[in-house]
């Protein structure tokens, strides 16, 4: 038999933010920030609508203009408020924020690729690692935890969500694709689900 959404317990939810004028532009935006595109909002809209029903039961938000925005839509339309954790914000990309991949390669020759060989520990110049981002992310979940949420939505980030995936039992998480149209419904030990709310 089936069971009702609002009754299982121990479920989480994440979704990344809409898209951004400088997802478009291709620039790394870490800690600084960009407004949401119209198709950004729409995503919000279209998320929202799909976690109707999936028995919601409270909204936190990284502290970043597009991640708010993005919850308060999704908030809006399941009667909820908006609750902020400022360790939910984006790992800090340090200098390299507000560029693009050229301008990166060329004051940094070589670093992307340093970067790739050592994902989880590579510290952005005078920023942070997927590991400093992770400590924030067991803190954010800490915070959550005690707030009696058998059904949150956290609406973050691309990056410090992977952390938050890694968190909540979700292995191999570093080259997770988090699109703005997809949320995940992660359940106990790591099982989890995509829903999408494209097309």
Not at 91 to 118: K, M, N
Not at 157 to 165: D, N
């Amino acid at each position: 038999m089936a069971r009702s959404p609002g009754r299982d317990p121990g479920l989480t939810y994440l979704a990344r933010h809409g898209q951004t004028e400088w997802n478009v532009a291709g620039r790394r935006q870490g800690r600084l920030d960009s407004p949401l595109t119209p198709l950004g909002v729409e995503q919000a809209r279209r998320n929202a609508l799909l976690l109707t029903g999936e028995g919601i039961d409270a909204v936190f938000a990284s502290p970043l203009g597009r991640a708010r925005a993005t919850a308060s839509i999704i908030a809006a339309q399941v009667g909820l408020d908006v609750w902020v954790v400022d360790d939910l914000a984006e790992i800090d990309h340090g200098a390299w924020s507000g560029l693009g991949t050229a301008e990166i390669d060329a004051r940094w020759p070589g670093q992307r690729e340093v970067r790739e060989r050592q994902k989880y520990t590579y510290r952005f110049p005078d920023g942070e690692s997927y590991a400093d981002g992770e400590v924030r992310a067991t803190r954010a979940l800490e915070d959550i935890g005690r707030s009696g949420a058998r059904r949150p939505l956290i609406v973050s980030h691309e990056m410090v969500g992977r952390m938050l995936l890694r968190q909540l039992g979700v292995p191999d998480v570093l080259r997770t694709r988090q699109p703005s149209d997809m949320v995940y419904r992660v359940g106990a030990g790591g099982a989890v689900e995509r829903l999408s709310s494209s097309g």
